[in-house]
T-cell receptor
């Protein structure tokens, strides 16, 4: 089954404690991306990756790091989380075949930073 | 700079009726992609449909179709024969080539409530 998995699904942490949200896809997609969703601010892209070892900033990259060492995984790293990073996070991957694009989203990670 | 706008914050639609969700965009890129997503109250994000700027035909996926009017810079989503399960938040998004094909920007969303 084609899927994007994220872990953990829910996380409560404290300010400054480093955390990693994992994202993995089983579809051999080249493109992967992270988004955060906040009430009143909608969905915003954090980082994206066009392929292994190729990553770039989205609209709100501050306070986040990513890596793409292998095609299937695209972890999101918060080195020193702050309360303003409390949000709902989505990972996604997409395929592009003959000009048609299809996207798959992970189930989301709800993060609360105290 | 790219911009994407959804002017309808919310709407009610009767079951079995068609509904059109508006989306307008602004870009100077000749090549771009337009997307629609559904987010039910359970919170997951579901990709619905994609339209490339060079596509000659409007995209369709089952009951979803994208009414792409390039000159007007609009990419409205049409849901035919609404069902109760279509109640959700709907987002329009655009990807252009100014910075990179990878950047994606979202509209504010439209809340749809389907009534029996």
């Amino acid at each position: 089954e084609a899927q994007v998995t994220q872990n953990p699904r829910y996380l409560i942490t404290v300010t400054g404690k480093k955390l990693t949200v994992t994202c993995s896809q089983n579809m051999n997609h080249e493109y992967m991306s992270w988004y955060r969703q906040d009430p009143g601010l909608g969905l915003r892209q954090i980082y994206y990756s066009m392929n292994v070892e190729v990553t770039d900033k989205g609209d709100v990259p501050e306070g986040y790091k990513v890596s793409r060492k292998e095609k299937r995984n695209f972890p999101l790293i918060l080195e020193s989380p702050s309360p303003n990073q409390t949000s709902l996070y989505f990972c996604a991957s997409s395929s592009r075949i003959r000009g048609r694009e299809t996207q798959y989203f992970g189930p989301g990670t709800r993060l609360l930073v105290l | 700079a790219q911009k994407i706008t959804q002017t309808q914050p919310g709407m009610f639609v009767q079951e079995k009726e068609a509904v059109t969700l508006d989306c307008t965009y602004d870009t100077s890129d000749p090549s771009y992609g337009l997307f629609w997503y559904k987010q039910p109250s359970s919170g997951e994000m579901i990709f619905l449909i994609y339209q490339g700027s060079y596509d000659q035909q409007n995209a369709t996926e089952g009951r979803y179709s994208l009414n792409f009017q390039k000159a007007r810079k609009s990419a409205n989503l049409v849901i035919s024969a609404s069902q109760l399960g279509d109640s959700a938040m709907y987002f329009c998004a655009m990807r252009g080539a100014t910075d990179s094909w990878g950047k994606l920007q979202f509209g504010a969303g439209t809340q749809v409530v389907v009534t029996p």
